[in-house]
Structures are given as C-alpha cells and as structure tokens.
T-cell receptor
Framework: NAGVTQTPKFQVLKTGQSMTLQCAQDMNHNSMYWYRQDPGMGLRLIYYSASEGTTDKGEVPNGYNVSRLNKREFSLRLESAAPSQTSVYFC??????????????FGEGSWLTVV | QKEVEQNSGPLSVPEGAIASLNCTYSDRGSQSFFWYRQYSGKSPELIMFIYSNGDKEDGRFTAQLNKASQYVSLLIRDSQPSDSATYLCAVAQAAGNKLTFGGGTRVLVKP
C-alpha cells in the first residue's frame, strides 16, 4: 500500500542545474499537488492539478514547471535551480471534494539543497 | 496578511495537561478545516477535519470551529510526550480543490 511515492528523497544541485522531482499515487485520486515547506512558513502550494490534463499555479509557482503525465503521475521540474529553491518538497494527492471533507495524502518528502 | 495564521510557538505544556492551539483564516468562503500533525523530518498526517460550527471530538482531540469569528482551534487533552510535534491548520476554499496551510504551531509536551 504505497500511497504517494516521490523521488528522489535527497538531492544536492548546483545553481543553474535542472532536475525533475517525480511523484506517483496509487489511490486513483483525481487531484495532485506540489508543496514546498520552509522553516516557519508552513506548506506553500507551488502547482496543483485538479484532474488529469489540467494544471494550475499555486502561491509560489515562479521557477517551476509541472507535468500531469497521467492520472497517477505528477512531476515538478526546476529548470535553473537557485539557492532560494532549497526546501523540502511534498507531493500530495486527494480525491475531489476537499470542501466536503476529503483529505490530502502526502508523500514522504524530497529534501533539495541548491548550492 | 497571510490567509491562514497560527502562532508559531513553541507551546510548552506539562504531560497530562490540555494543549490549546488556535488558527484564524481570512477567506469567509472557506468550507472545510483540517488539522495535521507533523513530526520533525516527516510528512504531515491528518488528525481531524471539521466543516460545521461547533465542536468535533475524536479521542483526545477536539476541533472547534467558529465561522462567524473565522477561527478554528484544536484541543489536545491529556497531552503526552508523543504529542510533541508541529500542528498545521489547513483551510479548503469553496472554489478549487486545494488546501491553504498556516505556518504551524510547535508543541512541546514535557514529562
């Protein structure tokens, strides 16, 4: 029962390098999300995908791109990494209907350091 | 002003006492409210959700919602050292299937 799986768990990048964080869920959820978490800032939404084929910007989308590859997979790409993107990244998924009590399930997180 | 506000803490409580956490939100259209617990180095896990005014109890946890005053609170009764964690408040708006999180309150339960 994997739930939400994201890779890699740890990554160190040099400024200007690119990389893709991969995420897959096996709960047949329609919606998927990428959040970043910085000390004292809580979780901030980068991008989300309400359903397969759609993506929307969240609070902090600059410097990131996403791809909803299919219903299971939602990737996050850093095209030119910057030190300000050093953070913990969480992928998450949910069924439609958060306003009626469905909840978000999180992956284990990816620790990214940009030097 | 952030959309969801929490006191960052730390909130220090003795073992066996009640821990009281508060969260305020700015969007009056918010529909559902969630409390997540996050241990250091781990991902958030859901504790409670509430969408009706009043209290909702689940074991040692009670969530309280007051939509008119735009706040939601979490009470942890008989606090245990294992309750030491950061508690995140999250709000679901009516439009869009997404959650907005507060900055979290760190709770320390001392034996």
């Amino acid at each position: 029962n994997a739930g939400v799986t994201q890779t890699p768990k740890f990554q160190v990048l040099k400024t200007g390098q690119s990389m893709t964080l991969q995420c897959a869920q096996d709960m047949n959820h329609n919606s998927m999300y990428w959040y970043r978490q910085d000390p004292g800032m809580g979780l901030r939404l980068i991008y989300y995908s309400a359903s397969e084929g759609t993506t929307d910007k969240g609070e902090v989308p600059n410097g990131y791109n996403v791809s909803r590859l299919n219903k299971r997979e939602f990737s996050l790409r850093l095209e030119s990494a910057a030190p300000s993107q050093t953070s913990v990244y969480f992928c998450a998924s949910s069924d439609t209907g958060l306003s009626s009590g469905n909840t978000i399930y999180f992956g284990e997180g990816s620790w990214l350091t940009v030097v | 002003q952030k959309e969801v506000e929490q006191n960052s803490g730390p909130l220090s409580v003795p073992e066996g006492a009640i821990a009281s956490l508060n969260c305020t939100y700015s969007d009056r259209g918010s529909q559902s409210f969630f409390w997540y617990r996050q241990y250091s180095g781990k991902s958030p896990e859901l504790i409670m959700f509430i969408y009706s005014n009043g209290d909702k109890e689940d074991g040692r946890f009670t969530a309280q919602l007051n939509k008119a005053s735009q706040y939601v609170s979490l009470l942890i009764r008989d606090s245990q050292p294992s309750d030491s964690a950061t508690y995140l408040c999250a709000v679901a708006q009516a439009a869009g299937n997404k959650l907005t999180f507060g900055g979290g309150t760190r709770v320390l339960v001392k034996p």
